[in-house]
């Protein structure tokens, strides 16, 4: 029996599985370079099996990569979803996204090409990744602006590129100067579906020349906010993020069936004058959900118009839901209802809403003049994390117009209830401060437990407020208040509604 080699066993392999059809010696000399080969680069065979195997194991281990790691910096960015019949981008009008060209231009050709797109479904604008800077255009009905991951519109600091607009009506004076006001960097009217969404790009209003302007009193006209859609239906604002607006940052006006979700707002939080997040005004059939706002003034501020104004326009808010936020505000309130609310607001429900590092949690504000009225509001699961003042119904803010307001016009502040209110760090859970003019009639709590910084006696305080608390609250509600078990058995009827016990020394 004759021995074989280790190089001839080698030879045998290969002649099985990859001898092509050469000619003996051609053959030979193939093998004897593969062996060779394999022989002479061992080391370097070995690290490349290596690098293969520990490539494939990790891209099992993180599957939330969507390919091999060593190639996850070569993948191309999210593509955008067609959510529209046609879809367009805005380089196609010839924009430069560097954060120095100006690309009013390319905005306003790209929308003027949507609009014919209307009886067909309309289209999509997509912005990509880049920083889009531009003066204030217009939306168009059925209209899609999709802004990628990256994506930053910049809205021009400079306000001679700034229309300027007619005061609202229902406000009748613009809300810093008389006559007109700046309008919004995104603006929209009298438009039906449109959708503001993206893969969490950004709207930047550049707010801090703005702001500086108004602290020295250098604007002639009052600032405009970051988005504004008016006298519009079906709209819906999502997944992106608005931040540094130079006035109110998202202020739907006098629309209806308006759907606002996971947006996050910023604004920084002191030297940022009247930065609210999400000013709903004469708004119907409205939900606001899953967002974070941390902002400058009211996270959110429901409004119906102000004083003589808004009672002439007689467009009310009504039908609002505000859940699953979290919102900070270390200037004004979470969310209120008013001032502005002359033309009424109703049927309101905010729940699972956390309110952290605040001046004050929940607000209703008005004033003699306002007229109009604030009813069926229902608080629930709310959540106070060092709050100065947690609950708070005030009817003396008294900011007019002009001066042809109507002092007898009093608003009707009704039909309030708080259930499920918790928290810790709060120096005053309630405030609610009434008057002769103005009483808060039937107003309810129940299963509230706010943990106190301040051990003073009054720090549940009421003024000419009327209504009840059921079961056990804490602290120790105001005298105000009728006592009524779990069950719903009164108590205790109070004689002391007209009471007050407002004390602001702390």
Not at 30 to 43: C, G, P, Q, V
Not at 200 to 210: A, K, M, R, V
Not at 313 to 341: C, F, H
Not at 475 to 482: F, I, Q, R, T, V
Request: charged residues 20%; aromatic residues 12%; contains cysteine.
């Amino acid at each position: 029996m004759v021995e074989t080699s280790p190089t001839s066993s080698s030879s045998s392999w290969w002649r099985r599985w990859w001898a092509p059809p050469l000619h003996n010696h051609h053959y030979r000399r193939w093998i004897a370079t593969i062996t060779n080969f394999l022989s002479t680069h061992k080391t370097f065979l070995i690290a490349l099996w290596l690098a293969f195997f520990f490539t494939v194991f990790y891209w099992h281990r993180d599957g939330t990569t969507g390919g091999l790691l060593i190639f996850r910096r070569t993948l191309p960015c999210r593509t955008f979803p067609k959510l529209r019949p046609v879809a367009f981008n805005l380089t196609d009008f010839g924009a430069v996204g560097d954060g120095v060209t100006v690309n009013t231009a390319a905005f306003e050709q790209a929308v003027r090409a949507i609009s014919r797109l209307g009886k067909k479904g309309g289209g999509q604008l997509n912005v990509p990744p880049g920083y889009w800077l531009t003066a204030p255009f217009n939306l168009t009905s059925h209209m899609t602006l999709f802004l990628a991951e990256g994506a930053v519109i910049l809205g021009i600091n400079d306000e001679k590129y700034w229309p300027l607009m007619p005061p609202l009506p229902s406000y009748g004076y613009g809300r810093e100067h008389p006559g007109p006001r700046y309008g919004s960097l995104i603006h929209g009217q009298n438009l039906k579906d449109v959708v503001i969404t993206g893969h969490n790009g950004t709207i930047d209003g550049q707010g801090q020349t703005w702001w500086k302007k108004y602290r020295q009193k250098l604007l002639n006209h009052t600032r405009g906010p970051l988005v504004q859609i008016m006298w519009s239906r079906d709209i819906l604002i999502s997944n992106i993020t608005l931040r540094d607006s130079p006035f109110w940052t998202l202020h739907p006006y006098d629309c209806k069936n308006v759907t606002i979700r996971n947006l996050t707002i910023l604004a920084p939080i002191f030297e940022a004058p009247n930065t609210d997040g999400i000013d709903p005004d004469s708004c119907e059939d409205m939900v606001i959900e899953d967002c974070y706002i941390s902002v400058g003034d009211d996270g959110i501020a429901i409004k119906s118009g102000w004083d003589q104004y808004g009672i002439a326009y007689q467009r009310p808010s009504m039908n609002i839901l505000i859940r699953n936020l979290v919102i900070r505000s270390m200037v004004s309130a979470g969310v209120s209802i008013g001032s502005e609310m002359s033309g009424g607001v109703s049927n309101v429900t905010v729940e699972n809403v956390h309110i952290w590092n605040s001046r004050r949690a929940v607000r209703i504000k008005t004033a003699p003049g306002r007229g109009g009225y604030v009813r069926n509001i229902i608080y629930r699961n709310l959540t106070f994390d060092n709050v100065r003042v947690g609950i708070v119904i005030k009817t003396d803010y008294n900011e007019h117009p002009d001066e042809g307001f109507d002092p007898k016009a009093v608003p009707i502040l009704e039909d309030i209830s708080y259930s499920s209110i918790h928290g810790e760090g709060v120096r005053v859970p309630v405030r609610i401060q009434g008057s002769e003019e103005i009483p808060v009639r039937n107003v309810t709590f129940w299963d509230m437990s706010v943990g106190i910084t301040y051990k003073k006696k009054h720090i549940f305080q009421c003024a000419f407020v009327e209504g009840r608390v059921i079961g056990t609250v804490f602290p120790a509600p105001c005298e105000n208040l009728d006592l009524y078990d779990e069950q719903g058995h009164l108590i205790k009827r109070s004689v002391s509604q007209n009471v007050s016990d407002i004390d602001y020394d702390f």
